[in-house]
């Protein structure tokens, strides 16, 4: 059985989609959102970008345009398993298609960024303030 | 003491004799059963000296036969002095799955003394391997023993991943195994505490009571006994049911666990009070009074302090003025207390001094391995200055007598003006570590599945007035509650599993939540789902046992660290990682955790995949466990 994408991270894509980022990617964000989902990128980069490595809102110049984004994936499957000196897996055209390359760069150009302000979150202005409180033993 | 030596029946006094009246029935029951020509056509299946239980052994195990009365009633049964025995030494809980070869001894629990089933309580537990976990989480918020019962061998080998954690913790914790000899063969050996001889600190089996009595008190003493570890005392039945008369159980001595010599004491005092800038590096001290030595001498002198209190149990409290780097980093004397430091380091000995007499049959489990790594997660922390072998809590006490005798007026003065200025220099380095935590754990913050560090952030505001005990392993989970939250109790944060074996987590926290049931505290639990499914029976004990428990599912619907793996492996071989999910997943279908926790009889709620719903859920639950009963939440989360 094959595990569709669920249903709170459609409703992400959905929510969060700016409509010049999907004017501007040539692939499909909904297809690059499973194509996510299903090589488990969001083992690392989380279910929003946000994770052991951010996809948000990062200068990362493998992320600068879709043919170092492409060259970034394919370079590494070639060398790979000879020099498998980083964290990041290997996606030879085999494993994910162009057209998968390109659907995936669209969703990720999508991920929504969510970086509130501190001071907007109720929880971190309690923590700050209890923080300055003079320590007590008991 | 006659560890090695194996039991005997014991003569001198009336028992039930359960096996004499079993091996009587079974045989005739045998003659009965078996017809005549199947004995003629494979005689030698009826002539194997270790046969599989008869039909009226199973009989018995399943409660659908009972034994036979005795003669004469025991008046005074030998468990019930074992019990007298764990009540002098203190220990509060005896966590079980039931078995027959210590029915003797729980029968006293339940019903010995008074009140009967206090001190120790009996604990129902669904599992020996949570058992187990129970006595390593208490173990590790309280720095004293719990006890668990097992059951055989069978019970030794389902509680022995357990035991294994808390060897390589350190937890003291007291391991009573059940022998039955002659009963079921499976369930009984000669030497039964062999199975675990090589993660266990010592071991007993005693052949007559007064060496059980003795056992019993010596293997409180070696676990609380610096390396602190499990230990455990293997006791007949026969033992347990034999009529004790007038004996009595002997006074139980507690451990003397040597410190540093006076004059060592006071080379390390002059050094502390000649320096200008001394600092103290603290590890985890065996008990919370060795936590308030180590606050007495750092005060006493003024010096900064290291913790390892976000990291693990009985570290230095976290937001102590004197906690932190300190006004000046350029230290002039570092004293490390189960720590490292450059100058000299009192740290107590660890668990690899025992690999010689331990591991008889050579098995090598990971650090015990000759010439192995110290740890099993990485090299050992590279030695510095000199370091002494020895209890840094009972050395603390020494060295402030000597530090009282020799400090000047002057040096007082000089040292609280160091004090004030350390206080706030480690306040501001905190509330800059805290602000920059913040802005890293804000990502994501609004997205769904929620982050982990959304169910840190909200909870700590909750909790931050109450006595909390954080029990579950942080480390899968993203360990925010490192950096937002203030670890200033001994037991404020339980730290890993040990050996990082999965399945410990709600056992631990279990355990731990017993400790909080007595003392008016609270445990969290940040429950990861693929731990959760070893031994899951432990909810149904927290409930049992109405237990102050919130335990908050930090379900990403994977044994994630392991997909990550996998995905690795599949992307550098070039195969693609779209399969990476097999085997490392739970998904098709996912598991309702909240429907399973109700399942047990606990209060649960969600899944919650809006970050929006969290608070009020953890309201909800937090209110629940004040009120001295579990709950638990499933969120749906992030990865990581």
């Known amino acids: 059985m094959k595990t569709m994408i669920p249903m709170v991270l459609l409703a992400a894509l959905a929510g969060g989609l700016p409509a010049a980022a999907l004017a501007q990617a040539s692939g499909d964000a909904k297809n690059g959102a499973q194509v996510f989902y299903d090589q488990g990128c969001y083992g690392c980069h989380g279910y929003s970008g946000y994770g052991r490595k951010d996809l948000n809102n990062t200068e990362s110049g493998m992320l600068s345009n879709l043919e170092v984004f492409r060259a970034f994936l394919r370079g590494r499957g070639d060398v790979a398993p000879l020099l498998p000196s980083t964290e990041m897996p290997n996606y030879p055209a085999t494993s994910v298609s162009d057209a998968q390359v390109n659907d995936l760069f669209a969703y990720i150009q999508s991920m929504p960024a969510d970086l509130p302000e501190a001071g907007d979150i109720e929880p971190f202005q309690s923590i700050l303030k209890a923080a300055e409180r003079p320590y007590s033993p008991q | 003491m006659s560890k090695d030596k194996t039991s005997t029946p014991v003569e001198e006094a009336p028992k039930l004799g359960r096996r004499h009246f079993l091996q009587g029935a079974a045989s005739s029951a045998a003659a009965l059963a078996v017809a005549p020509a199947a004995r003629a056509q494979n005689p030698s299946a009826f002539t194997a000296s270790y046969s599989a239980p008869t039909y009226q052994q199973i009989q018995r195990d399943t409660g659908m036969l009972t034994p036979p009365a005795p003669e004469r009633a025991v008046v005074r049964p030998g468990s019930d002095l074992m019990v007298q025995a764990l009540r002098d030494m203190g220990i509060e809980f005896v966590a079980a799955n039931n078995g027959s070869s210590f029915e003797g001894l729980q029968e006293s629990v339940i019903n010995y003394g008074t009140p009967p089933n206090k001190m120790p309580e009996y604990i129902t537990a669904l599992h020996e391997e949570s058992s187990v976990d129970m006595a390593n989480g208490y173990g590790k918020a309280e720095g004293k023993p719990m006890c668990a019962m097992l059951h055989g061998t069978i019970g030794i080998q389902h509680a022995s991943m357990a035991i294994y954690q808390a060897y390589y913790s350190g937890t003291p914790m007291l391991l009573i195994a059940g022998r039955d000899d002659g009963f079921i063969q499976a369930h009984t050996a000669n030497d039964m505490a062999a199975m675990c001889r090589s993660f266990t600190k010592w071991d007993a089996q005693p052949t007559t009571l007064e060496e059980c009595l003795e056992a019993l008190q010596e293997a409180y003493r070696q676990a609380v006994t610096p390396p602190t570890g499990p230990t455990m005392v293997v006791i007949d039945m026969e033992l347990q049911k034999q009529e004790v008369r007038d004996m009595v159980v002997p006074p139980f001595r507690p451990a003397v666990i040597e410190g540093i010599d006076v004059n060592t004491a006071r080379d390390i005092a002059q050094k502390l009070l000649a320096a200008n800038n001394p600092r103290l590096n603290t590890g985890a001290f ?40 300190g006004a000046d980093t350029d230290y002039d004397y570092v004293l490390g207390l189960e720590a490292n430091a450059p100058d000299l380091s009192l740290r107590r000995p660890s668990v690899e001094m025992l690999t010689a007499s331990r591991d008889t049959m050579a098995i090598g489990f990971g650090g015990l391995r000759e010439n192995g790594p ?19 809590q009972a050395s603390i006490p020494v060295i402030i007598g000597e ?26 380095a905190f509330m800059s570590a805290l602000h920059e935590a913040v802005e890293t754990k804000k990502k994501g913050w609004n997205l769904s599945p929620v982050s982990t560090a959304r169910i840190y952030a909200e909870l700590w505001p909750l909790i931050m007035n109450e006595d909390w005990c954080l029990a579950s392993p942080s480390s899968f989970s993203g360990s925010h509650h490192m950096q937002l939250w203030d670890h200033n109790k001994p037991y404020s944060y339980l730290g890993g599993q040990g050996a990082g074996g999965m399945g ?12 909080a049931r007595e003392r008016n505290r609270i445990v969290i639990n940040v429950q990861t789902d693929g731990d959760f499914n070893y031994a899951p029976g432990a909810i149904w004990s927290a409930v049992h046992h109405e237990l102050p428990m919130l335990t908050v599912m930090h379900n990403n619907r994977a044994w994630h660290q392991e997909f990550m793996f996998i995905e690795y492996m599949a992307g550098v071989r070039g195969r693609g990682t779209d399969r990476g999910h097999i085997g490392t997943t739970l998904r098709d279908p996912f598991i309702d955790y909240a429907k399973l926790a109700e399942g047990y009889g606990m209060k649960a709620e969600g899944p919650i995949d ?31």
């Open chain 2, 610 to 640: 809006d970050p929006t719903q969290l608070a009020a859920a953890l309201r909800r639950g937090l209110d629940v466990v004040k009120g001295g009963e579990p709950y638990l939440i499933d969120v749906l989360t992030q990865p990581r």
């Open chain 2, 403 to 428: 530090v009282s005798r020799l400090m000047t007026p002057e040096q007082r003065s000089r040292i609280e003006e160091r004090k004030a200025r350390h206080a706030k220099a480690n306040h501001d």
């Open chain 2, 374 to 392: 110290a740890s099993p997660f990485g090299a050992p922390a590279p030695v510095q200055g000199t370091v002494v072998e020895i209890d840094a």
């Open chain 2, 286 to 325: 065996r008990t919370p009074e060795g936590v308030q030595a180590a606050v007495e001498l750092a005060e006493m002198i003024g010096a900064c302090t290291s913790t390892s209190a976000h990291q693990g149990p009985m570290g230095f409290p976290q937001r102590h003025p004197l906690c932190g780097p």
């Open chain 2, 504 to 515: 410990y987590g709600l056992g631990a926290c279990t355990g731990a939540a017993l400790a």
